[in-house]
């Protein structure tokens, strides 16, 4: 196992259009978690599932963002309708969950630029 | 909710020498983590250090060692004999031992290391 895998590593798109992003996490981790990072600033947590369910969405996640994760492997996340703020880094963290010493593990990130 | 404060934006150390980042945090939680992570330019996320809340002893990890002061909410990071390999942005996060276990990352500072 190499890690979390993001796919693809740039994209760029013009306003309006939609766009979905690939997460591969690590094969045992059961809790996987999507964070939007923009440019000189902290990541912030967009939504979180352990195994296939989705357990918790951020307000910043409007409904234009939707994110699957079929039979707790992969997961997908797709914004529709992109607008230009939303332009950002998203990044995909996997952890096996427990109480206790909380190991997550990143991925390298999709950079997303809309035009 | 949980808030984390990274109140200095940039750093810079000469290689060889020692520097301290500071972090502080806010919440209601008793048991909870924090952790420090290294971002470097184009490159995943990657945990420096962890600290659990409930230990008093100040985590340690080679050249890296914070003081955890609770009662004060503070969780800074020391980092001795600075390397250039070092230079990277480093924020701090907290996680609750809660059900989801989502990440609060601080805003980040940019440490330089100069040669």
């Known amino acids: 196992d190499t890690g979390v895998s993001q796919d693809p590593r740039h994209k760029i798109t013009k306003r309006g259009q939609n766009v979905t992003f690939r997460c591969d996490p690590i094969?045992?981790?059961?809790?996987l978690y999507w964070y939007r990072q923009t440019l000189g600033q902290g990541p912030e947590f967009l939504t979180y599932?352990?195994?296939?369910?989705?357990?918790?969405k951020s307000r910043l996640l409007s409904d234009r963002f939707s994110a699957e994760r079929p039979k707790g492997s992969f997961s997908t996340l797709e914004i529709q309708r992109t607008e230009q703020g939303d332009s950002a880094m998203y990044l995909c963290?996997?952890?096996?969950?427990?109480?206790?010493?909380?190991?997550?593990?990143f991925g390298s990130g999709t950079r997303l630029t809309v035009v | 909710a949980q808030t984390v404060t990274q109140s200095q934006p940039e750093m810079s150390v000469q290689e060889a020498e020692t520097v301290t980042l500071s972090c502080t945090y806010d919440?209601?939680?008793?048991?909870?983590?924090l952790f420090w992570y290294k971002q470097p330019p184009s490159r995943q996320m990657i945990l420096v250090i962890r600290?659990?809340?409930?230990?008093?002893q100040n985590a340690t990890e080679n050249r890296f060692s914070v003081n955890f002061q609770k009662a004060a909410k503070s969780f800074s990071l020391k980092i001795s004999d600075s390397q250039l390999g070092d230079t990277a942005m480093y924020f701090c996060?907290?996680?609750?031992?809660?059900?989801?276990?989502?990440?609060?990352f601080g805003k980040g500072i940019t440490l330089s290391v100069r040669p």
């Open positions: 094969s045992e981790h059961n809790r």
């Open positions: 963290a996997s952890s096996l969950g427990r109480r206790g010493p909380y190991g997550y593990t």
């Open positions: 599932f352990q195994n296939e369910a989705q357990l918790e």
């Open positions: 600290q659990e809340a409930y230990k008093q």
């Open positions: 996060a907290f996680v609750d031992t809660g059900a989801n276990s989502k990440l609060t």
């Open positions: 919440t209601s939680e008793n048991n909870y983590y």
